[in-house]
């Protein structure tokens, strides 16, 4: 081979391996982008962006049932469940649900609770307006307690959505590490 | 030895010799015959660890191991037979085929060359070695996820999965590096006269591939990042605790692993047209539609993955678009399909071994694709999902498509690398075992998936247990019939009738025009294609 066909090898492989590294930056591009398209779609029961909810003086006749689950993850020695595991509200009125949580560990610790929404087409219809997953949740050795959520279904809700289940998902956060190295 | 070889020793142009050889060599030839050789040897390794997990399922209840040993098996059986099995087989042809058929000296950037291929020894220790750790009491042993890693449960298990990431690391490299030689080499090296539309149906289908893995291969290794970080470095890109989201790794997983299905597939595609038409005595048929339906299957391949995941609580107007585009893929597989039919219609056929696994491949793989298009359907779906007919289907396609179609080139190319024909007789038993014992291991999770026995689990409902008897024999018989390839393999590199240049009379080609075996360099003088 001759020194300008290797040059020209060299040039050209340098183009795919720079391809090859724009690819690598593509999957990271994609995180954000498919955020921005779940949050736009309500797909994947995200409730962040719900969409605007109708005058709550405006109560719809018809009744959706709300199905309530609680699941503490790994790592979080978490009693969690809701008080009543389904109730039945009409779009357009606020409706408070109530969870009960204990620490079942002889230290404090924090948690996070992480909501999703089923079915997810449904999730922007659903609008929290006060819940215990806004902020992260400190409980002492053996505390128990009472939190609330308060929603609103949009009266926009699709006519074929007759049950949508909450559910919730709670994390260690990250002060429970912080409490762990406090302990000696 | 031959001639050739003998003639190279003391001039600068000699190999070293031993060890070193192999190391330092920055010959194609040599690099294809390492490629195909790690190929094989793990396809063994591979095939040892199902044999297991077949053992484990034989009856319902547990046997033989705990249940993680049994998640890891599976997973890393798949890894193992995908990333160092398949695709090493695949570029040891393309290495040792490519400038052979192009009228190239070698490959355009041999060093590369070398490095890609002694990435993969230290990729597959690191894939193994938590088994051999676990052993010492040193972790729980290998990736315990499936081959898929989805998140959150790869974020939380064990060590074997960081090995499996940086395993996966080294081989995305391998592949890309490899993918970027073959690309420059087919564009800058062809002969003279040689255009793209004179290229060999093998160089075409190497080429999507080529481009595909860079393409796609680097998604993956953004994605076992992202979990690297996730594990160790804080990252919520897949923790739903920090705002992250586990379903975004099953598309950013599926945006590669689609159409890695297709990578693994390309270059059985274009070897099989090769073999069609020696063995029919007509040219091939449709060359200009074969390549173009490589060009269609190449850029829908990357825009379905969504079908993977499909009751992963998509919204209807995404099912359907993943459904319908999905589908679509069948319409130029069916071109290839055709044009398959076409080349041997009518033609003066002989049944050689080659023959037959490139036959049993169109059929057996028929099946898979067409499988596939029930498993794509949105509404079939919901039940077939997860369930053994889905490991059924991509047997079809994998090992009747892949490694089948493989083994047909190894039988039609081998008589060319070592300059000895093959075993004929033992070549068709072992076609034989292994078309019947592939469809008594295969079909009847078919029907065990239809009937809702789900994938990945290590026992099973008393229903299920004739089937999977059945299956598990079928495996033991085929595993027990690649050994007959391994006999055929070795005595076919220790000697046997001499091959003639033209190893097979209707084969046609610029690689049949050189002695088998081919001196150690080739094409130094370059080829001048006429019209």
């Not at chain 1, 183009?15 to 498919?34: D, E, H, Q, T």
């Not at chain 2, 051999?132 to 959150?152: D, E, H, N, R």
């Not at chain 2, 080294?170 to 006269?193: H, K, W, Y």
């Not at chain 2, 060009?295 to 459904?323: P, R």
């Amino acid at each position: 081979m001759d020194g300008h066909q290797r040059r020209a090898n060299l040039a050209f492989a340098l183009k795919l391996g720079l391809a090859a590294f724009a690819m690598f930056g593509f999957a990271y591009a994609l995180v954000p982008l498919y955020d921005v398209f779940c949050q736009a779609t309500g797909l994947n029961g995200r409730t962040g962006q719900t969409k605007a909810i109708s005058a709550p003086s405006v109560v719809d006749a018809r009744w959706v049932t709300v199905e309530f689950n609680g699941d503490v993850m790994p790592g979080l020695p978490w009693r969690f469940e809701p008080r009543l595991h389904k109730l039945r509200a009409h779009p357009g009125q606020a409706t408070t649900a109530w969870y009960r949580v204990k620490n079942l560990a002889d230290r404090p610790l924090g948690g996070r609770a992480v909501p999703s929404v089923t079915p997810p087409l449904a999730a922007r219809y659903f609008a929290k307006l006060e819940c215990f997953c806004f902020s992260r949740q400190r409980l002492n050795a053996g505390e128990e307690r009472e939190m609330p959520v308060t929603f609103i279904i949009s009266r926009d809700l699709p006519a074929e959505v007759s049950t949508l289940t909450l559910s919730y998902a709670f994390f260690p956060s990250e002060t429970t590490t912080l409490v762990r190295g406090e302990k000696p | 030895m031959t001639t050739a070889d003998l003639a190279l020793h003391g001039s600068p142009h000699a190999p070293p010799r031993g060890l070193m050889r192999w190391l330092t060599t920055t010959n194609h030839k040599d690099i294809g015959t390492m490629y195909l050789v790690f190929s094989l040897v793990m396809f063994f390794v591979g095939g040892a660890m199902i044999l297991l997990v077949r053992a484990e399922l034989f009856q319902p209840g547990m046997q033989m191991m705990q249940p993680e040993l049994f998640n890891q098996l599976i997973g890393v059986h798949a890894l193992v037979m995908i990333f160092m099995a398949l695709m090493p087989a695949a570029t040891g042809f393309a290495n040792w085929m490519i400038p052979l058929m192009i009228g190239a000296p070698d490959m355009a950037l041999p060093r590369l060359n070398n490095w890609s291929f002694w990435l993969l020894p230290p990729a597959a220790a690191l894939l193994l070695m938590p088994f051999a750790l676990a052993l010492f009491g040193v972790g729980s042993g290998a990736i315990a996820t499936g081959w898929t890693f989805y998140a959150p449960l790869s974020v939380q298990d064990g060590m074997g999965l960081d090995f499996a990431i940086l395993a996966i690391h080294l081989l995305g490299i391998s592949s890309v590096m490899g993918s970027i030689n073959i690309v420059v080499t087919v564009f800058n090296l062809r002969a003279p006269g040689m255009t793209f539309m004179k290229l060999p149906l093998f160089v075409w289908g190497w080429l999507i591939t080529a481009f595909m893995l860079i393409a796609v291969i680097p998604v993956l290794a953004g994605a076992v990042t992202m979990l690297l970080t996730d594990r160790h470095f804080g990252t919520h890109f897949f923790n739903a605790a920090g705002g992250g989201d586990p379903i975004l790794f099953q598309h950013l997983f599926w945006f590669f692993g689609h159409p890695e299905v297709y990578i693994v597939l390309f270059p059985v595609w274009g070897l099989t047209p090769h073999i069609l038409s020696a063995f029919a005595r007509k040219p091939v048929y449709g060359y200009r539609a074969q390549v173009y339906a490589f060009w269609v299957i190449g850029i829908l391949s990357v825009i379905v993955w969504g079908h993977h995941i499909m009751t992963s609580g998509m919204s209807t107007g995404a099912l359907l678009y993943f459904m319908y585009s999905t589908m679509s893929i069948s319409l130029p597989l069916s071109v290839l399909f055709f044009c398959w039919i076409a080349t041997i219609w009518r033609g003066a056929m002989t049944f050689e071994a080659p023959m037959l696994f490139a036959l049993g491949m169109i059929v057996l793989f028929g099946i898979g694709g067409l499988t596939g298009l029930v498993l794509a359907d949105a509404a079939a779906d919901a039940q077939y999902h997860h369930s053994y007919f889905v490991v059924a289907h991509f047997h079809y396609t994998l090992f009747a498509g892949g490694i089948m179609g493989i083994m047909a080139g190894v039988y039609f190319w081998l008589p060319k690398m070592t300059g000895h024909m093959i075993d004929e007789i033992l070549a068709k038993w072992h076609f034989w075992l292994t078309a019947i014992a592939f469809n008594l291991t295969f079909l009847p999770q078919f029907f065990v998936g239809l009937a809702g026995m789900p994938r990945r689990v290590p026992d099973y409902a008393l229903q299920f247990a004739e089937f999977n008897m059945l299956s598990s024999i079928g495996a033991f018989v085929l595993g027990a019939a690649q050994l007959l390839f391994l006999i055929v393999v070795v005595k076919c590199i220790r000697g046997g009738p001499p091959a003639p240049a033209k190893v097979w009379e209707g084969a046609e080609g610029l690689e049949w025009t050189v002695p088998s075996p081919p001196p150690h360099h080739t094409f130094q003088t370059r080829p001048v294609i006429g019209e």
